[in-house]
């Protein structure tokens, strides 16, 4: 059963930084691209950013270019978002998800993923 778990949320003051990690069961993520997004509450799920499958290309929205890293470890099995200057508009519940195409190259938009985690809340607070 394919299953991914987010995990690394928590509560933050400003201009701090956070890691996610993405960990992957049941598959192996290196044939997969896998994307973060984020939804906070009264809006819209967004891309925040997505890594090709065998540590390719890599997407970022502009609000978090220069600031967000994604990365992947094929041997763990695992992505990463690395979170740095963190702003209360970062605030959200974070989401992996895989792409079911294998080596598509991976663009922000949660139509061209599925199983998705269950989400790690990131607070963004003073």
């Known amino acids: 059963q394919l299953q991914l778990v987010e995990s690394g949320g928590g509560l933050v003051q400003p201009g701090g930084s956070l890691r996610l990690s993405c960990a992957a069961s049941?598959?192996?993520?290196?044939?997969?691209?896998i994307g973060w997004f984020r939804q906070a509450p009264g809006k819209e799920r967004e891309g925040v950013s997505c890594?090709?499958?065998?540590?390719?290309?890599?997407n970022y929205a502009d609000s978090v270019k220069g600031r967000f890293t994604i990365s992947r470890d094929n041997a763990r099995n695992t992505v990463y978002l690395q979170m740095n200057s963190l702003k209360p508009e970062d605030t959200a519940v974070y989401y992996c998800?895989?792409?079911?195409?294998?080596?598509?190259?991976?663009?922000?938009?949660?139509?061209?993923?599925?199983?998705w985690g269950q989400g790690t809340q990131v607070t963004v607070s003073s």
């Open positions: 890594i090709s499958s065998r540590g390719g290309s890599t």
């Open positions: 049941g598959f192996s993520l290196y044939y997969n691209s």
């Open positions: 998800a895989a792409d079911p195409i294998l080596f598509r190259l991976c663009v922000l938009s949660d139509e061209d993923f599925d199983s």
